[in-house]
């Protein structure tokens, strides 16, 4: 058996442009998602309804230029 790697425990997939995006299941998640997980250069996005996950689109530049990508996560 593998081991579950750091992310497992959100929502999450791997986007055609190769970034992991996770996401809060409840309001908790989204706190630590946030608070521990959210560091410069990431993608955030959320939607202004009560109960909405908090999304991140991890990125490993500090400026984001993938436009695309928000309007996917988006559509989620």
């Known amino acids: 058996m593998r081991k579950q790697m750091w992310f ?3 929502f999450w ?5 190769n970034y992991l995006v996770i996401a809060g ?3 908790q998640q989204n706190e ?3 608070k521990k997980y959210l560091k410069n250069g990431d ?3 959320h939607a202004d309804i009560h ?6 689109g991890k ?9 695309n990508f928000t309007e996917k996560v988006l559509a989620i």
Do not use: L
């Open 43 to 45: 993608v955030y996005v």
């Open 8 to 10: 497992e425990k959100f």
């Open 25 to 27: 299941k409840d309001a």
């Open 51 to 56: 109960g909405a996950s908090s999304c991140i």
């Open 59 to 67: 990125t490993t530049r500090t400026r984001f230029y993938c436009f």
């Open 13 to 17: 997939f791997i986007s055609s442009e």
């Open 32 to 34: 630590t998602i946030v």
